[in-house]
């Protein structure tokens, strides 16, 4: 992280290089961009764009300067082409949130809500923002953006933008930009800068250089390292002509010749490290002080500073090392491969089996890599190291592994929670094991086969396989063992057999190792059978162990299958409605989903966010959002996943009063219906299935009776005993329905039994994603309470049904009129201003978006919106839509 500094530098001094705990001699102060950006006032989102060696670093550390003279809180966090990942990115915010919360313990279930948490003034720096190629890091990004208070700001540096949808922002004045134009260096600015490293060049020569490099800093940086100590004479000035593309190598040669023989040799030797330590740069130099060389290098600012994620150690710049690495492949390949080698040796030796890999992987050395990955791969497997594990034996070349049976299953169950279970299915057929006869191979092999059955949704195929290796337990291999007991819980879960998956889970749990991985996956399963059995406390308990399960010194652990236990959580954090933390969980776990490709945690993600989105409003993003989840069902050939975005899509448009359209989704369905399956009791369905889909559209546009009368004869199934959860929602359905037929006890009684059973757990949204019909009852209820006798009042349950009165949407048709005057009058009495404001809410605007269509502030939205909620007695932005649709003020 960047050290904030109290003092801010004079006009004309130097400010501190912004990894240096010294400025070096010739880092110019960027005056006039600090300026441009002082005066631009607060804005949300900073961008510092430019190819490299354009100064973006520097600017950004001087901004850091700023921000601290200003008492404004900063962290850093530093992209980098390995931590492309979502695992990658989140762990870097988490420690940056800790570092804003005075060095907190991050909770890596939650960064966004970290950043909420703050509330003291704070800009995050993020650097090589360039390296963000991964659509999910981008979507994190993204989401970063939106979930920012107001309080914060981010300043992105880097070569260029990733995908983040920055249109709206621009054009609502949220994005304040310096380009290459603005970066480069002015004449004046280069002729202090030559001045300031002590270098003489002549006012003729000065124009020359300042037009040849363009203003370009890092090739001013390296031109007056080139010329330093010969002058300006003809020597260089003669070589002007040579192309834009040849300058960097040129000048870094010229460089590398004006250092000692130790130095050139210690820089071009340790450009392969990414982070240098003394002891790790002695193993590959032993006859050099690495220690004094490091500092010497640092003081004459020879492209080395120290790293800002690992302290006492250094790194070289990135341009410099780039070229020291491709100078020392043509000058001596052999070499290069031998450093390598080395730098595996001193990771192994050192415990550190990550780096000592990917060294080896880089030095072609495949037996070295395939010995390490030998040694360690079952280690990382339980540790959950997934991607890396993918990335590593990915790398190694066709038939490296053909002696490997291990580490072939090893890459089967990494490419498994990386690519998917079906491009893991296929590489397990493309494999031979026919021959195999190691029993730590066999008992892999017998656990992967159920799971990856699972995770497809063969479940049939997938029970016989795990009872057919059930049989061979236990194995001698705790750790796979575990696995395979805890996937046959989840077998027994969907398929109804709740008995059998607590036995299950319990043998697991004697039966595992001190596994992060298989710690995550029971807690998930376990989580998963009390969420099914109505205990929702318990579960989020769970679910919230498991995530934390892969973390590893305060950081996110590194395993795409993280996203098993986080969406997990994500629903429960949800269910019990908490919005804010649930929006900013599945802003980290959504795309995680889909890139495990699992069934059930893509639909839960997708609909989550939908609803979110819808009750926010963002009635265009919910459709947008249940689109991409029906793509992902169609593209990946899961015809479930495609029918539940048209479910909840059904769902929507029923909320919205499009009763006909709402039956059509329903009608395209109907042969996908998967609840009479005899594995029908995934997570994702327990509480939204056709059945409850269509007895939904009895109440609001069919025959309320009709629905009763089928919702008490599916309440009656035995199997419901034990699925508490879904219990819960059919019986509250039944109130509605018995409400709108005109029954008022007998939708009292429900509509109580529903209150108890749902105020003793914390269950909101099972009663809110209802929509505006669930109020009149739910104020009937409130009613009964205030006139019921003390002995008989549950103060819990008067709390619940408060706090829902005072949440849900707004009336139904059953509602009485709380605006309390007629179309005609709410016509007269809104401005034509807030008629607009309202229009623009019902297609889904943002207050942002509205802002810039209407030429306001988001303030002046903000007050619109309040007179609009109090005009028609709305207490939600979408219960003022639905008020307003009913009386015809919007389509």
């Not at 990386?418 to 397990?428: E, P, R, V």
């Not at 195929?461 to 996937?487: H, K, M, N, R, Y």
């Amino acid at each position: 992280m960047f050290v904030s500094r109290s003092a801010r530098p004079k006009p004309g001094e130097l400010s501190p290089h912004p990894l240096n705990a010294s400025p070096p001699a010739g880092e110019v102060r960027r005056d006039a961009l600090l300026d441009r950006w002082r005066a631009a006032g607060p804005r949300s989102l900073v961008l510092l764009m430019a190819p490299a060696g354009f100064g973006k670093t520097t600017l950004l550390a001087q901004m850091r300067d700023c921000l601290a003279e200003d008492g404004v809180r900063t962290a850093e966090l530093l992209l980098r082409r390995a931590d492309d990942c979502a695992g990658g990115f989140l762990r870097q915010l988490c420690l940056a949130v800790a570092t804003l919360r005075d060095h907190e313990t991050p909770n890596v279930a939650d960064p966004f809500g970290g950043l909420l948490s703050i509330s003291n003034q704070f800009v995050l720096l993020i650097d090589e923002v360039e390296h963000a190629t991964d659509r999910d890091v981008q979507r994190l990004l993204r989401e970063l953006l939106e979930r920012l208070p107001r309080h914060g700001a981010v300043i992105l540096a880097g070569r260029q933008a990733p995908e983040l949808g920055l249109g709206r922002w621009r054009a609502g004045g949220q994005v304040l930009e310096f380009g290459p134009e603005e970066l480069r260096f002015s004449v004046a600015e280069a002729e202090r800068f030559f001045r300031l490293r002590g270098d003489r060049l002549g006012e003729e020569d000065l124009p020359a250089a300042w037009a040849w490099t363009e203003g370009w800093p890092a090739a001013l940086s390296l031109l007056s390292l080139a010329v330093s100590r010969r002058g300006c004479g003809a020597r260089w000035g003669q070589r002007l002509s040579l192309s834009r593309e040849n300058i960097t190598a040129y000048l870094l040669e010229e460089v590398l010749a004006d250092q000692d023989t130790g130095m050139r040799r210690f820089l071009m030797h340790t450009s392969i490290l990414r982070r240098l330590e003394p002891s790790i740069c002695a193993a590959l130099l032993p006859d050099i002080d690495c220690d004094a060389m490091l500092r010497a290098a640092q003081r004459t600012h020879v492209f080395v500073a120290p790293a800002p994620d690992r302290p006492g150690a250094w790194r070289h710049h990135r341009l410099f090392a780039d070229v020291m690495r491709e100078q020392l492949q043509r000058e001596a390949p052999a070499l290069l491969v031998q450093l390598h080698r080395a730098a595996s040796d001193w990771f192994a030796e050192h415990g550190r089996p990550s780096p000592a890999i990917e060294h080896a992987i880089d030095a072609d050395d495949t037996d070295r890599a395939v010995r390490l990955l030998s040694e360690h791969g079952l280690q990382l497997l339980q540790q959950g190291r997934m991607r890396a594990l993918d990335r590593w034996l990915s790398a190694l070349p066709p038939g490296a592994l053909a002696r490997e049976p291990l580490l072939q299953t090893v890459m089967v169950w990494s490419r498994c929670f990386t690519q998917g279970a079906q491009s893991a299915m296929q590489l397990l057929q493309a494999l031979d094991f026919r021959d195999c006869d190691d029993p730590v191979v066999l008992a892999s092999l017998r656990a992967l086969l159920p799971v990856l059955l699972c995770m497809v949704e063969r479940y049939a195929e997938g029970d016989a396989a795990g009872t057919e290796a059930i049989a061979w337990l236990p194995t001698g291999q705790p750790f796979f063992d575990s696995i395979l007991l805890i996937v046959m819980g989840k077998l027994a879960l969907v398929a109804g057999k709740p008995g059998d998956a607590h036995r299950f889970l319990a043998d697991a749990r004697r039966a595992a190792v001190d596994s992060q991985f298989s710690r995550m996956f029971n807690e998930s399963v376990e989580g998963m059978l009390d969420l099914r059995e109505g205990r929702l406390r318990a579960a989020t308990a769970r679910f919230r162990i498991a995530v934390n399960a892969g973390a590893r010194a305060g950081e996110l652990p590194h395993a795409a299958g993280n996203a098993w236990a986080g969406v997990l959580y994500s629903c429960a954090v949800y269910e019990s409605g908490d919005i804010p933390a649930a929006e900013r969980l599945l802003g980290v776990y959504l795309p995680m989903a889909r890139q495990a490709g699992l069934a059930d945690h893509m639909v839960l993600t997708h609909r989550m966010c939908a609803r979110i989105a819808l009750e926010r409003g963002q009635v265009d993003t919910a459709f947008e959002l249940l689109a991409e989840l029906e793509y992902l069902g169609t593209t990946r050939r899961i015809r479930r996943v495609a029918a539940n975005a048209r479910l909840e899509r059904a769902r929507l448009l029923l909320l919205q009063g499009h009763g006909k359209a709402s039956q059509r989704e329903l009608d395209a369905i109907r042969d996908d219906d998967w609840s009479s399956h005899p594995y029908a009791n995934g997570v994702a369905q327990e509480v939204d299935d056709l059945f409850i889909g269509q007895r939904r559209q009895d109440l609001h546009v069919g025959d309320p009776r009709r629905a009763a009368v089928l919702l008490k004869a599916e309440l009656q199934r035995a199997p419901l005993a034990d699925r508490r959860w879904r219990a819960l929602k059919l019986r509250l359905l039944l109130a509605l329905a018995l409400h709108r037929a005109g029954d008022t006890a007998a939708a009292t009684a429900e509509g109580f039994a529903v209150a108890q059973a749902a105020a003793s757990e914390g269950f909101v949204r099972v009663v809110l994603d209802e929509g505006a019909v669930v109020r009149p009852l739910l104020r009937r209820l409130v009613e009964q309470v205030r006139h019921a006798a003390a002995p008989a009042v549950d103060p819990i349950q008067v709390a619940w049904l408060q706090t829902l009165l005072a949440q849900c949407g707004g009336g139904g048709d059953d509602a009485p009129d709380d605006s309390g005057v007629r179309p005609a009058a709410l016509t007269e009495l809104l401005t034509s201003k807030e008629l607009q404001v309202l229009r623009l809410l019902a297609d889904g605007y943002t207050n942002a978006a509205m802002a810039t269509k209407l030429f306001v502030s988001e303030n002046t939205v903000r007050t619109h919106l309040r007179h609009i909620s109090a005009k028609l007695g709305a207490r939600t932005r979408m219960q003022a839509v639905a008020i307003a649709r009913r009386l015809a003020l919007v389509d």
